[in-house]
C-alpha cells in the first residue's frame, strides 16, 4: 500500500511539474528574411519584443540568391516553417492572391495602425495588391532603394581635380545626370590612384536571379522606360521598346563596356561592395541597406553617397525592400500579430533605424534630425520619393527571367541591338499575360 | 510454391521499386506535358492543352540555340577528351618508372564531384586574381586582367568545353586502356613476325581493336554531356547572356524558376527521346563495328 501511495504521489507530482512546464514554455515565432547587415539589426532589435512579450523569436535566413526560390517554395507548398515574413515588394500580389498572406486591413483597423503613417511609396511598394486599393497584405518594414557610393578620396586629390576640370570644364563632383555619369566613370578608368589600376564604375550586371534587371532599370526609367501603358494596363508595345528605353538600355550597356572592371560579367550585390572596399571602383551602384555596413567599415574619409542620376525624362530609382508580413498557414498568428503591433509603434521604428534598419515611418523619416543621422540618410530620402519598382504581378518571376535573359543577352553577351532586345521582352511579356489570362 | 511463383515474389520488390521511381514519374511527366499546369500553383486547376507545348518547343528559337550550344559543347568536349584520352591511354599503357603515381594524379580530376570543379574553375577563372589568366600570362606575356574566360563572348562556350574537358579525359583513358590492354600480345607478335611497322601495327591492330572502347566511352560522355547541367550551371550559370546554355539549365529555369511545369514536362520528353534515339542508333552501329 506504501509502496502504491509513493508511486500515485511520484506520478500526480510528475503529472503537475508536466502541467507546469507547458504553461511556462514561451511560444517561439520564425521570422524568414534574407541573410544580410539589416537581418542581424532585427535580430538585435527583437530582443526587446521578447523581453516584453516573453515569445521567443528565432530566424531563418537565408541568402539573397537562394531568397526568393526559397521562400516562395514555403509558401507554395504552404509550409509552416516562416510565421512571419519580409518579403520582396514583387512578391505581393501572388502572396495576396494565392492566399499566402493574412490580409492586414482589420488588424491594422482594430490596432490603430494608419498606412498613412508610412511613406506614400512604401506602402505602394511592400502593401498594397492590388496596386492603389487600400488592401494591405504587409506592414513597410525595410525601405530600400538603389543609390550610389563614390570614392570620397579620390574626387578630393587635387591633381584629379584640377586634370578632370581641365578635360570637362566643371568641378570632380558626384555626378547628377547620366552624361556626368559617363564622363566621371570614364576619367577614372583604367587609371593609376596610389599604385593600383582602378576602374570607372560597379553596376549590377547578375545574371541568375534579379542583378541586371534591378541594374538597368535605373537607367532605362530615366530615359522613358515605362512597364505598360498607364492608361490601359498591360499594354506594353511602345512602353517597354519605345525609343527612350532603347536609348537607356543602350546607356548601360556603355557603362558597361567603357567603364566597369574585367570580370564584372555576372556580378550582384556582394561583388559590388568588395569591389568597392578593394579600392577596384570609383563609384559603385548597390542598395542603401548596406550603406551602413560600408560607411562603417571604410570610414568618412573614403566613402560618399549619391542618388542614382537623372536623364532627359525624369529622376527615377529602383525601388528595393520589403514588407513584414504574417504568414497565413502559421499557427502562432496571434504572436505574430502582436509582433507586427510591437514593431509598428514609432519608438521601435526609431531603434530599428539606428541599428541599422531602413525605417517607413513617416515619423522617423521626417524627424529633423533625420537627413543628418547618417552620411547617407539624406540621400536615403530623396530616393525614396523617386522610386519605381518592377511588377508585382503573381507572375513576377517569369516576367524577371524574361527581362534577365534579354537584358544580359544585349548588355553583356552582345546578341542583337537594344530595340531587338525589348521588342523581344515586350513579346515575351504579352506571352506571359495571355498564359496568366490577363490579356 | 511453384518456382515460376518463387521467381515472381523475388523480383516483385525490384519491378514496383522500378514502376514507382521509373515508369510512374515518366507516364505522369507525358501526362503533365499535355497541360498547362504549375507545381507552384498546385491547388488552381489546369486544362488539358493537347500538343500545344510540343509545338511551342518545337517551333521555339531560344530552345534551337540551347540545342546548338549544348551541340557544340558535346561535340567539342568529345572530340578533344577522345583525342586526348586514347593518347593518354596510349602512354600510360607503356611500363615506365612512376607509372601507377602518374596514373592516379591523371584519374584525380575525374573523382571530383562537378559541382565542385564548377566553383573552383570560377575562382581559377577569375580575371583579376584567377591563376587561369596569370598561366596564360606568364606564357604568353599577355596582361592576365585584359581578357576573360567566362564573361566572354568568344571564350566562354570554350570555357565549359576546356573543363569538361580536364575533368572527363582520364575517363576516357580509363576506358581506352581497358581497351588496349585486352589486345592480346601475340597479334603484336604477329605484327611484328610480319614485319609491319609501329603505325601500320597501330592503325591495322590497336585502333581497330579498342575502337568499340572508344565508342562506348564517346556514348557515356555523349549521354552524360547531353544532360549537363551541375559544372555548368556553377561554372558560367548559362551566361553571358545565354551563350553557355545548354537545354538542361533550359529545362531548370523553365520548371524550378518559371514553375512552367507543363511546358517543361514537354522539354523534358522531347530531351528524352532524343537522347534515348540517338543512343539507340548508336548502340546499333556499335555492334555492326563489334561484329567486324
Redesign the interface.
Known amino acids: 500500500m506504501k509502496t502504491l501511495s509513493r508511486s500515485l504521489c511520484t506520478a500526480l507530482l510528475g503529472t503537475a511539474l508536466g502541467l507546469a512546464g507547458t504553461a511556462v514554455q514561451a511560444k517561439t515565432l520564425t521570422l524568414c528574411w534574407a541573410a544580410w547587415d539589416p537581418a542581424n539589426a532585427l535580430v538585435e532589435l527583437s530582443k526587446d519584443f521578447t523581453k516584453q512579450s516573453g515569445v521567443e523569436m528565432k530566424f531563418e535566413f537565408v541568402p539573397w540568391t537562394s531568397y526568393a526560390?526559397r521562400f516562395?517554395?514555403e509558401l507554395?507548398s504552404h509550409s509552416k516553417l516562416c510565421d512571419l515574413i519580409v518579403g520582396d515588394s514583387q512578391w505581393i500580389g501572388g502572396s495576396a492572391e494565392?492566399g499566402h498572406y493574412v490580409k492586414l486591413n482589420e488588424f491594422f483597423d482594430k490596432n490603430g495602425i494608419k498606412m498613412s503613417d508610412f511613406a506614400q511609396p512604401t506602402v505602394l511598394g511592400y502593401s498594397e495588391w492590388p496596386k492603389h486599393s487600400p488592401n494591405y497584405w504587409a506592414l513597410p518594414a525595410m525601405g530600400d532603394a538603389v543609390g550610389w557610393t563614390y570614392r570620397k578620396d579620390w574626387f578630393a586629390k587635387p591633381e584629379l581635380r584640377q586634370e578632370f576640370k581641365t578635360k570637362y570644364g566643371r568641378e570632380l563632383a558626384p555626378p547628377k545626370t547620366w552624361d556626368e555619369f559617363m564622363q566621371v566613370a570614364k576619367f577614372f578608368q583604367n587609371r593609376v590612384i596610389d599604385g593600383k589600376?582602378v576602374y570607372g564604375a560597379y553596376i549590377f550586371t547578375e545574371?541568375?536571379s534579379e542583378g541586371i534587371t534591378m541594374g538597368v532599370t535605373n537607367v532605362m526609367y530615366d530615359y522613358g522606360f515605362d512597364y505598360d501603358n498607364p492608361k490601359k494596363p498591360y499594354e506594353m508595345n511602345g512602353f517597354v521598346n519605345s525609343a527612350g528605353a532603347v536609348k537607356g538600355l543602350e546607356i548601360y550597356k556603355e557603362i558597361f563596356k567603357c567603364c566597369t572592371?574585367?570580370?564584372?560579367?555576372?556580378a550582384y550585390m556582394s561583388e559590388g561592395l568588395d569591389a568597392f572596399k578593394s579600392g577596384?571602383v570609383a563609384m559603385q551602384m548597390n542598395w542603401f541597406a548596406f550603406f551602413p555596413g560600408l560607411y562603417k567599415a571604410m570610414g568618412a574619409d573614403k566613402i560618399g553617397f549619391f542618388v542614382n542620376p537623372s536623364g532627359p525624362d525624369g529622376h527615377y530609382t529602383q525601388l528595393g525592400g520589403q514588407g513584414l508580413s504574417v504568414v497565413s498557414y502559421s499557427d502562432n498568428r496571434a504572436e505574430a500579430l502582436q509582433y507586427m503591433k510591437w514593431f509598428a509603434q514609432p519608438a521601435v521604428q526609431k531603434k530599428w533605424w539606428s541599428l541599422g534598419g531602413y525605417s517607413c515611418l513617416k515619423a522617423v523619416l521626417n524627424d529633423p534630425s533625420f537627413p543628418g543621422s547618417a552620411p547617407f540618410a539624406g540621400d536615403f530620402l530623396v530616393s525614396m520619393n523617386m522610386v519605381k519598382d518592377f511588377w508585382a504581378e503573381p507572375i513576377y518571376?517569369?516576367l524577371l527571367?524574361d527581362m534577365q535573359?534579354r537584358i544580359?543577352?544585349?548588355v553583356?553577351?552582345?546578341?542583337g541591338s537594344a530595340q531587338d532586345a525589348l521588342n523581344g521582352l515586350t513579346k515575351d511579356w504579352t506571352r506571359d499575360f495571355k498564359?496568366a489570362g490577363k490579356l | 510454391m511453384s518456382d515460376r511463383a518463387i521467381s515472381w515474389l523475388f523480383i516483385s520488390p525490384t519491378l514496383l521499386l522500378l514502376l514507382a521511381i521509373n515508369i510512374f514519374p515518366l507516364i505522369w511527366t507525358i501526362r503533365m506535358s499535355l497541360t498547362?499546369y504549375k507545381a507552384?500553383?498546385?491547388w488552381m486547376k489546369y486544362r488539358s492543352v493537347g500538343i500545344d507545348n510540343y509545338v511551342d518547343i518545337l517551333t521555339d528559337s531560344d530552345i534551337w540555340e540551347a540545342m546548338q550550344t549544348t551541340a557544340h559543347f558535346v561535340f567539342w568536349s568529345i572530340f578533344i577528351e577522345v583525342v586526348l584520352g586514347f593518347g593518354l591511354a596510349l602512354l600510360i599503357n607503356r611500363k615506365f618508372r612512376g607509372h601507377s603515381f602518374w596514373t592516379t594524379i591523371i584519374l584525380l580530376p575525374m573523382m571530383l564531384s562537378p559541382a565542385v570543379v564548377g566553383n573552383f574553375w570560377t575562382f581559377l577563372f577569375?580575371?583579376?586574381s584567377g591563376l587561369f589568366n596569370y598561366v596564360v600570362s606568364f606564357f604568353s606575356g599577355v596582361d592576365p586582367?585584359?581578357?576573360?574566360m567566362?564573361?566572354d563572348?568568344k571564350l566562354a562556350p570554350w570555357t565549359i568545353v576546356l573543363v569538361d574537358v580536364w575533368m572527363w579525359t582520364p575517363y576516357v583513358m580509363l576506358i581506352c586502356l581497358a581497351g588496349l590492354r585486352s589486345i592480346p600480345d601475340y597479334i603484336y607478335e604477329a605484327a611484328e613476325v610480319d614485319r609491319a611497322s609501329a603505325w601500320r601495327r597501330f592503325r591495322s591492330v590497336t585502333l581497330p581493336m579498342v575502337m568499340p572502347f572508344l565508342m562506348l566511352a564517346v556514348l557515356f560522355r555523349g549521354i552524360e554531356n547531353f544532360k549537363m547541367f551541375d559544372m555548368v550551371n556553377l561554372l558560367?550559370?548559362?551566361?553571358?547572356?545565354?551563350?553557355t546554355e545548354t537545354v538542361s539549365i533550359t529545362l531548370k529555369?523553365a520548371a524550378?524558376?518559371?514553375?512552367?511545369t507543363g511546358w517543361s514536362s514537354a522539354l523534358a520528353i522531347i530531351l528524352f527521346l532524343t537522347v534515348f534515339g540517338a543512343a539507340n542508333i548508336y548502340i546499333k552501329v556499335l555492334n555492326k563495328v563489334k561484329q567486324r
Open positions: 526560390d516562395l517554395n507554395n494565392n589600376k545574371r541568375g572592371a574585367p570580370g564584372m560579367t555576372n577596384q518571376a517569369t527571367l535573359k544580359h543577352d544585349y553583356v553577351a552582345d546578341k498564359d | 498547362n507552384n500553383m498546385g577569375q580575371p583579376q586582367a585584359s581578357f576573360q567566362i564573361g563572348v558560367t550559370n548559362g551566361g553571358p547572356g545565354s551563350l529555369r524550378f524558376e518559371k514553375w512552367q
